[in-house]
């Protein structure tokens, strides 16, 4: 199915590798062009010189910049309509997420990074983009964690940020509905990424194996399956759907895959 995105232009952040990545890849497959952008200059050079090399030069743009700093927001923004026109007509919000820590740790610095870094990377970026979608309509997709729907210890500042980006995006996408841009927030399960990695790192008693067993699916999720979906609630095809929290997750709202065996009753 074409989701008519030719031509379209796109900006993505943390496109350097993972879901951001794997959304651009997905983008620059139906015809977009697409700006990536990501703190660490090395990786999102080669990023994008590996999306380069797939798709051509001239359909790629990879940015150094920190999605906290609002002025690297402006820059990115900026520099994609110079590279590929006035019009901006997909944004993918999108960047790991807060620190792991029980309340009582959690000091009034570590919140203000978590809000910088997360929700009011969404507020800027989406202040600085939508002037150049409201000509020709587009859709802004914001990428978050699905613990806003499983609270768990140590995982509050991810709960509160998440759920604010999520309040936010609803009220937005009142807001921007007349101008035919939709607002979506796609919340994500366990995914092969590698901040996967990582977490299982710091973690040795969890595995890829072990967390997708208690799954309906039975396993992880992988970058290739969430940009599918990405894409999709991006198209203009789908201007019907808008303000929506979509779960990809395997399964995992829905419950655990295992059984409970209970004695029977003589």
Same mark, same amino acid.
């Given at each position: ?174 807001? =921007?509905?007349?101008? @035919? ?6 919340? %994500? &399960?366990?995914?092969? $990424? #590698?901040?996967? *990695? ?46 929506? =929290?979509?779960?990809? @997750? ?6 655990? %895959? &295992?059984?409970?065996? $209970? #004695?029977?009753? *003589?």
């Amino acid at each position: 199915m074409d989701l008519g995105l030719t031509d379209k232009v796109a900006i993505v952040g943390g496109g350097s590798d993972g879901l951001g990545f794997a959304i651009a890849d997905r983008l620059l497959s139906e015809g977009a062009l697409v700006t990536i952008f990501a703190r660490r200059a090395e990786k999102i050079s080669d990023a994008a010189g590996r999306l380069a090399g797939k798709y051509g030069e001239e359909r790629v743009l990879g940015l150094a910049a920190d999605c906290s700093d609002a002025a690297d927001l402006d820059r990115v923004t900026a520099s994609t309509v110079a590279r590929f026109g006035p019009a901006v007509h997909v944004l993918v919000t999108n960047d790991g997420g807060p620190p792991i820590g029980r309340i009582a740790e959690l000091t009034d610095d570590t919140w203000m990074r978590a809000l910088a870094r997360h929700f009011f990377y969404v507020v800027r970026s989406v202040r600085t983009t939508l002037p150049h979608m409201t000509a020709e309509g587009g859709s802004i997709l914001n990428v978050v964690s699905g613990i806003v729907e499983r609270p768990a210890i140590g995982m509050a500042a991810s709960v509160a940020v998440w759920s604010a980006v999520i309040g936010y995006a609803k009220t937005l996408a009142l807001e =921007v509905g007349t101008h @035919d841009i939709t607002v979506n927030t796609l919340l %994500s &399960g366990f995914f092969d $990424t #590698p901040l996967l *990695s990582k977490t299982l790192d710091r973690q040795p008693e969890l595995s890829k194996a072990g967390l997708g067993i208690g799954l309906p699916m039975g396993r992880v999720g992988e970058p290739r399956e969430f940009a599918d979906l990405a894409a999709t609630l991006v198209s203009p095809h789908l201007k019907f759907v808008t303000g929506a =929290v979509v779960p990809i @997750d395997g399964g995992a709202g829905i419950g655990t %895959s &295992g059984s409970l065996n $209970t #004695p029977s009753r *003589s």
